[in-house]
């Protein structure tokens, strides 16, 4: 696949993501990607084997992007299914508990 066609399907499954996933700080969809504090992550990256698709792809903790980074140069032998699952369990258990964070009155 050339630059042009990958830059192309990565917009098109980035913005179906963005159509489906509210911003976990907001509660609302983000037409353009910006959500405070998170970011949009691989559930399995690129590098490890994941495909660009929207059902890949979640809205990552900042401050845990970079420990996630380091984790898959690490280590990118490609997870079982037992352990893909846990990670997304994690995954989510972590941005559900950011929104529920950010939910809280001040």
Known sequence: MDIQ????LKERETQAF?????CPATGKISANGVC???TIGMVVPERCGGKMKASNLYWQ????A?????????NC????????DALIRTQMRRTLDQSIYNAMPR
């Open 5 to 8: 066609a990958a830059n192309a």
């Open 18 to 22: 963005l159509n489906s996933h509210p």
């Open 36 to 38: 405070d504090g998170f």
């Open 61 to 64: 903790n900042k401050e845990l």
């Open 66 to 74: 970079k420990e996630a980074e380091l984790g898959e140069k690490a």
């Open 77 to 84: 032998g490609k997870p079982t299914q037992d352990e893909e």
